[in-house]
């Protein structure tokens, strides 16, 4: 059975038409030939909310099936001219089986319709149905039927995607063994789909791309490739769910904002689209380049916001570290750094784990403090102030978090990281989790002010390592790996800084008597501020004697060296406008309005949940939404913000791993200190 799966995005991209570009028909590992394509937005019929199934009929009827919002009403639609218009199918009126809430069905492209239900497969080709059985532990995520192959798309108990092929005429089953199809089933964004063309020659799935598999051929090669397909339908926000395709023509049906409703967009090659008179003409063929060190799903979702209003350019985003390709952080770093000297560098760097002193030493970053200036009083300035110390402005944080220390008010005076874990061990136990161990080792170190110009601060670096020690001791931790929890610090490495536990809950429920959390989203700080009102519980900066630290986020910067510096600040510009931080989901927006559109702030407080420590209980931590006057006060705690923590991605990489080995192999602090000091110092000369 197909499993149906709600997923809750906080951002969607409505992308009505957009120009992008494919390289098509390469095996997998080769690029080549660009090929044009336009993607288009689908209307479906009106009784449709959730599509089941998607397929192009030999005649070239596009063909949908699915169900209203409640699910109730299933229909089967056919469009004969790409989903301009629609008309309900004749099997609508006539199919039993469509009533059966619990079955999953879809239609071949030459017209056969099945049904799957408990691990078995109903083929209606005749009165009877034929039945194939699908194997136990295996469920069931797509199928395409290919004359007489029925090509089976399943996900086994270990999460792993497989193309299984049966042979209707002799039974048989077998495993699809390509190796370029078994990785692309690896990348998945949605649940996995499955298709064919009506010529039953070729299958169609989608794994950061859509990629094709010759049936005789056995090979695997480009559709559209990842770049494009992410460049005309937001594929993080919007994973896709299925595909028909006929020649040149595909759809794509995608996972909508809540996951209760799908999307559909029609791609097409060799379409372009005009570009209005209102839009800005930054110059025919303009690729625009960006860089992020890590994935980042902000920046990608916003790609589409600028090719709407700027058609006439093209956008190339990469990711310089994937941890697939053998580079290693430092790696990632060195050849940007390299690119950039040979002026082939990306025209917008986000900055983030980047070394973005030195690139302002260097004059590597334009100054962009026009566009800063000009919604100056639209954004939170003092997170940009603090971050450019200089006359002019050369980088942006776009979002923000600030670390903070959560406790009594004994705990929350204190105003170094030394003499908090001095008083935490005055704390009756339990005085610290488990779970939030990794995060306050990692967050005191962000806010510790070790890494100089001239390298590490020994001294520092190693109170650090012995604080380390003493607060494993208060969170009980004695291994790194528990069950399936990584307290490791090369952990948090991996998440920085989006990760945290539920230090306000911890407390209140008596687990825990202090913490180090973070105020990054609104559900955050609701949680925290209903917390204290309710017990004793204060918060404050971490590490405040060195300043009211923030950890500033998707940080953009603009290459001095780019041919493309005006469409770059075309991109900064539209970035911080309080459409595109709307959708933001990676903390805490740095335009105004944003922000208080994702606190849902009320008059007076209002309750809207209650948190329990177990499921039997019947009190618990009561949740309320935060009044005019708490938000203002948060405001004010947000304002206080004046000292950036400056995070490069190797440092803290050296650091932490030997924090691993000194809290689970029993390294010495001094041996580690020294190691730290002379891998980072060697490579802060570089």
């Known amino acids: 059975m197909k499993r149906i799966i709600s997923i809750f995005l906080t951002m969607m991209i409505m992308i009505s038409t957009i120009g992008c570009r494919s390289k098509e028909d390469d095996p997998i590992e080769k690029k080549d030939t660009k090929v044009a394509y336009q993607a288009d937005k689908i209307e479906k019929p009106k009784d449709i909310s959730k599509i089941q199934f998607l397929v192009y009929l030999e005649d070239g009827t596009l063909r949908i099936g699915g169900s ?30 469509l009533k059966n809430q619990n079955a999953f069905y879809k239609y071949s492209s030459d017209g056969k319709f099945y049904v799957v239900e408990d691990q ?78 009506p010529s039953a020659e070729m299958l169609y799935t989608e794994g950061k791309e859509i990629v094709k598999y010759s049936v005789e051929k056995d090979e695997t090669t480009h559709a559209i ?110 050849k940007l750094n390299t690119e950039i000297m040979a002026d082939e560098g990306p025209d917008i760097i986000v900055l983030d784990n980047l070394p973005v002193e030195e690139y302002i030493s260097k004059g590597v970053l334009e100054p962009v403090t026009d566009i800063v200036n000009e919604k100056k009083d639209e954004i939170f300035f003092n997170m940009i102030e603090g971050y450019n110390k200089e006359s002019e402005i050369f980088c942006v944080p776009t979002t923000f978090r600030i670390p903070v220390i959560i406790g009594n008010s004994e705990v929350v005076s204190e105003e170094s990281s030394k003499a908090v874990i001095d008083q935490m061990e005055q704390q009756e136990s339990p005085v610290l989790t488990r779970q939030d161990f990794p995060y306050a080792a990692m967050y005191m170190f962000v806010t510790s002010d070790m890494v100089e110009k001239d390298g590490m601060n020994e001294e520092k670096l190693t109170a650090y390592y012995n604080d380390l020690l003493r607060l494993k001791e208060m969170g009980n931790v004695t291994d790194k790996i528990v069950g399936e929890s990584d307290y490791s610090m090369n952990q948090t ?49 971490l590490n405040k004697s060195g300043g009211n630290y923030y950890i500033p986020t998707e940080v953009l910067g603009i290459n001095s060296r780019s041919s493309y510096k005006d469409a770059a600040k075309e991109f900064l510009s539209l970035y911080l406008t309080e459409e595109v931080q709307n959708t933001n989901t990676m903390g805490f927006s740095i335009n105004r309005n944003s922000m208080r559109n994702s606190a849902a702030v009320t008059d007076s407080p209002q309750y809207y949940s209650t948190i329990y420590k177990n499921l039997e209980d019947t009190s618990g931590l009561d949740l309320c939404t935060l009044s005019t006057d708490e938000f203002n006060e948060l405001l004010q705690f947000v304002e206080l913000a004046d000292t950036p923590v400056r995070v490069d991605a190797v440092v803290t990489e050296t650091v932490m791993e030997q924090a691993d080995k000194i809290l689970y192999e029993g390294l010495d602090v001094q041996t580690a200190v020294q190691t730290v000091c002379g891998k980072t110092n060697l490579y802060l000369k570089e």
Not at 260 to 279: A, C, G, I, R, V
Not at 497 to 509: L, N, Q, W
Not at 516 to 534: M, P, W
Request: hydrophobic share 30%.
């Open 68 to 97: 209203d919002q409640s699910g109730e009403k299933r229909t089967v639609w056919d469009s004969k001219n790409n989903g301009k218009d629609w008309i309900l199918a004749e099997d609508s009126e006539q199919l039993m089986e």
């Open 120 to 197: 078995t497969i109903r083929l209606y080709e005749d009165t009877q149905p034929s039945t194939i059985n699908i194997d136990e532990g295996e469920s069931y995520l797509d199928s395409a039927l290919c004359g007489q192959d029925f090509y089976l798309l399943v996900e086994d108990e270990t999460g792993t995607k497989q193309i299984k092929k049966h042979d209707l005429s002799e039974q048989i089953w077998e495993n699809v063994e390509n190796e370029e199809l078994v990785q692309a089933l690896k990348k998945t964004t949605g649940y996995g789909c499955l298709a064919t063309d």
């Open 225 to 334: 490739n990842g770049e494009v397909l992410n460049s005309c339908i937001d594929t993080i926000n919007e994973p896709i769910t299925g595909l028909a395709v006929q020649g040149e023509n595909i759809v794509v049906c995608t996972a909508g904002k809540s996951g209760s409703e799908s999307n559909l967009y029609f791609l097409q090659k060799e379409q372009t689209k005009k570009t209005e008179k209102d839009k800005t003409d930054t110059g025919k063929n303009t690729v625009l380049k960006i860089y992020s060190l890590k994935e980042n799903s902000m920046i990608r979702s916003s790609l589409a916001f600028f090719r709407r209003e700027h058609t006439d350019i093209s956008i190339n985003y990469t990711v310089g570290y994937t941890g697939e390709d053998g580079l290693s952080v430092s790696d990632a770093i060195r």
């Open 493 to 541: 490495v991996d998440i920085f800084p989006y990760g945290e536990s539920d230090v306000p809950s911890d407390i209140y429920f008596g687990e825990a008597k202090a913490g180090v959390g973070q105020i990054a989203y609104a559900d955050s700080y609701i949680k925290l501020n209903s917390a204290r009102k309710q017990a004793d519980i204060q918060f404050d900066y």
